[in-house]
C-alpha cells in the first residue's frame, strides 16, 4: 500500500512537471522532428539528436531530456514510412518494414499499413513506457546500495555487451571500445589536474567534445555515405483516412503480433546492445513461425508490420531504465541521452530519482503525451510526410552539414571543434568503410572517465587490492557475465573462420 501511495505521489509530480506550456512545447517540437527526420530515408534519431545536443547547453535540464526523447520516439515512429512507402528503411529497426510493408503499398495497401504501424507503435510505446514507470524506481532503490566496485563491474558489463551482443564482429566491437576509452583519456586527470594527451592544444585540456565526435559519427558521416545514393519517388496513391481504416480481419490478426512483439521488445530493450533491429527481426521470425498462413509472409502480411513495430517501441521505452536508474546507456542513442544529463550538470544514475524526481517524472509523463502528438502527427497528417519525401538529397544534405557546424560552433565558440566534427565525420566514413561499429566507441568516450574514476576509488578504499572485485558478489556475477560473453564471441569468431 505504501508503494503505490508512493507512486502516485510521484506521478503527480511528474504530471505537474509535464503540463506545463514550456515542456509540452519542447515535447511537441521533439516529436515533430523526430518524425520529420525519421520520415526522411538516410537520416534517423541518432543525427536528430546529435543535431540538437548543442541546443541542449539553453535549455533546462527537464525540457532539454523531454525534447530529446521526443525525438527519439518520434524518429522510431516515422522511420517505418519510407520503408513502407519507397522500400527503403529509415532506420536501423524500421528495416523489417520493408518485407512486408513495402509489399502491401505496391497492392494499394499502402495507407493500412501505415496506420497499422502507428497504432502497433503507439501500444508498444505504451507498454515499454509502464514497465518503465514501474521497474526504473524498483531497480534504482536497489542500486543506491551500489558501491564504486559495482558501478566499475556494470560499466564493464555494458561496454561490452554492448559491443558483444549487437551485430558485426564482436571482435571489432571490443577494439572499438578500447579505442573509445583511449579517446576518453584525454584531457585532465580527475585526480591529479594533470593534463593527459592532450599534445599542448588548450582545446584539449577539457577532453574531445562530445557533441562534435557525435555529430562527426553520425550526421556527417550518412551525408558523406549519402552523396551518390539517387532519390526514389513514392507510389502514387491515396492516403485519405478512409484508405487507412483496416478491415476488422486486419485488426483480428494484429492483435495477437502487437501483444506478443511488445513483450519480446520489453525485455530485449532493457538489454544493451539487445534493442533496435535484432529484436525486430526476432519478432518478425517468431510471427511467421507461429502463423498459420507463413506463405503469405513477405508479399503483404500485416502481421509483419504489427508485430515488429510494437516490438520496437517497447524496446525504446524499456530502454530508458538502465540508462536513467544505473547511468548505463544500452546503445548510442541512450549514450547521447546520457551525454545531454551530464551537460546539464547531472549524474547519472540511481541518485536522478531521489534528487532529481521532477526530472524523471516529468520525462515519464511526457512519454504518454509525446505519444498522443504523434498519433495526431501520423494518422491525419501522413499526406503532409509523404510529400516531404520528394525533397531532392542535394538540397537536404548540405543544410545538414552547414546547421551541424554552427551547432558544435555555438557550444564553445571554438572552430577547434568544427575541425573535431569534421574529422570524425571523416573517420566514421571510413569506419564504415571497414565495417568497424561506432557505437562502441561512442559508449567507451562516455563510460570511459566514469569507469576510470571508480575504478580508482574502489582500489582507494581497498587499499589497493584487487579482491574486493571478487569478493562483492553483484561485482563478481557481472565480471563473470563479461568473462563469458568475451569467450563466448572469440569461441564464435574463431568458429566462423573454421567453417570458412
Given at each position: 500500500m505504501e508503494f503505490f501511495s508512493l507512486f502516485a505521489a510521484n506521478l503527480s509530480i511528474g504530471i505537474q512537471e509535464a503540463v506545463t506550456l514550456t515542456n509540452l512545447w519542447y515535447c511537441f517540437v521533439g516529436v515533430f522532428l523526430g518524425t520529420l527526420v525519421g520520415v526522411l530515408p538516410g537520416l534517423g534519431s541518432l543525427i536528430a539528436i546529435s543535431l540538437l545536443l548543442p541546443i541542449t547547453y539553453h535549455l533546462p535540464a527537464t525540457g532539454a531530456l523531454i525534447m530529446l526523447a521526443g525525438v527519439y520516439f518520434g524518429a522510431d515512429y516515422g522511420g517505418g514510412t519510407c520503408s513502407i512507402l519507397l522500400g527503403v528503411p529509415g532506420h536501423a529497426a524500421a528495416a523489417v518494414d520493408v518485407l512486408d510493408g513495402y509489399p502491401m503499398a505496391k497492392q494499394g495497401r499502402g495507407g493500412i499499413a501505415l496506420f497499422m504501424k502507428c497504432i502497433a507503435s503507439f501500444w508498444g510505446s505504451v507498454v515499454g513506457i509502464t514497465l518503465l514507470m514501474f521497474f526504473a524506481p524498483i531497480l534504482a532503490g536497489w542500486a543506491l546500495n551500489f558501491g564504486p566496485s559495482e558501478y566499475c563491474a556494470l560499466m564493464l558489463l555494458g561496454l561490452i555487451a554492448a559491443s558483444t551482443v549487437g551485430q558485426g564482429s564482436p571482435i571489432k566491437g571490443v577494439a572499438m571500445v578500447f579505442v573509445g576509452l583511449i579517446l576518453g583519456v584525454v584531457g585532465t586527470d580527475i585526480n591529479s589536474g594533470v593534463s593527459r594527451f592532450a599534445f599542448d592544444i588548450p582545446e584539449l585540456t577539457d577532453g574531445i567534445s562530445l557533441v562534435a565526435m557525435a555529430m562527426g559519427l553520425f550526421a556527417i558521416t550518412e551525408v558523406i555515405k549519402s552523396a551518390n545514393t539517387s532519390r526514389v519517388t513514392p507510389e502514387e496513391q491515396s492516403f485519405s483516412l478512409r484508405d487507412q481504416m483496416p478491415?476488422?480481419?486486419?485488426?483480428?490478426?494484429?492483435?495477437?503480433?502487437?501483444?506478443?512483439?511488445?513483450?519480446?521488445?520489453?525485455?530485449?530493450?532493457?538489454?544493451?546492445?539487445?534493442?533496435?533491429?535484432?529484436?525486430?527481426?526476432?519478432?518478425?521470425?517468431?510471427?511467421?513461425?507461429?502463423?498459420?498462413?507463413?506463405?503469405?509472409?513477405?508479399?503483404?502480411?500485416?502481421?509483419?508490420?504489427?508485430?515488429?513495430?510494437?516490438?520496437?517501441?517497447?524496446?525504446?521505452?524499456?530502454?530508458?531504465?538502465?540508462?536513467?536508474?544505473?547511468?548505463?546507456?544500452?546503445?548510442?542513442?541512450?549514450?547521447?541521452?546520457?551525454?545531454?544529463?551530464?551537460?546539464?550538470?547531472?549524474?547519472?544514475?540511481?541518485?536522478?530519482?531521489?534528487?532529481?524526481?521532477?526530472?524523471?517524472?516529468?520525462?515519464?509523463?511526457s512519454f504518454f503525451i509525446g505519444n498522443l502528438f504523434l498519433v495526431i502527427l501520423n494518422i491525419p497528417l501522413i499526406g503532409m510526410w509523404v510529400k516531404l519525401l520528394s525533397i531532392p538529397y542535394h538540397l537536404m544534405f548540405p543544410s545538414i552539414v552547414l546547421f551541424t557546424c554552427i551547432g558544435v560552433y555555438s557550444t564553445s565558440n571554438s572552430t577547434f571543434d568544427v575541425w573535431i566534427l569534421l574529422g570524425f565525420g571523416f573517420v566514421g566514413y571510413l569506419m564504415a568503410l571497414l565495417r568497424l561499429e561506432v557505437v562502441p566507441v561512442l559508449l567507451g568516450l562516455i563510460l570511459g572517465p566514469m569507469l576510470e574514476e571508480n575504478f580508482r576509488r574502489t582500489l582507494l578504499l581497498s587499499r589497493g587490492s584487487f579482491s574486493v572485485f571478487v569478493e562483492r558478489p553483484i561485482t563478481a556475477v557481472a565480471l563473470a557475465v563479461c568473462a563469458g560473453l568475451l569467450i563466448w564471441s572469440i569461441w564464435g569468431s574463431m568458429k566462423k573462420k573454421v567453417v570458412a
Open positions: 478491415t476488422r480481419e486486419d485488426w483480428r490478426r494484429s492483435f495477437g503480433p502487437m501483444l506478443r512483439g511488445s513483450g519480446l521488445g520489453a525485455f530485449f530493450g532493457s538489454l544493451p546492445g539487445t534493442s533496435g533491429g535484432m529484436a525486430t527481426f526476432l519478432s518478425y521470425s517468431m510471427e511467421k513461425r507461429i502463423s498459420k498462413h507463413p506463405e503469405e509472409f513477405g508479399k503483404g502480411a500485416i502481421e509483419g508490420i504489427a508485430g515488429p513495430e510494437a516490438c520496437n517501441n517497447a524496446g525504446v521505452g524499456t530502454a530508458f531504465i538502465p540508462t536513467l536508474t544505473l547511468g548505463i546507456p544500452g546503445d548510442a542513442i541512450m549514450a547521447l541521452m546520457l551525454g545531454a544529463l551530464t551537460i546539464q550538470g547531472i549524474q547519472p544514475g540511481p541518485q536522478v530519482l531521489t534528487s532529481h524526481p521532477e526530472l524523471f517524472w516529468g520525462l515519464i509523463v
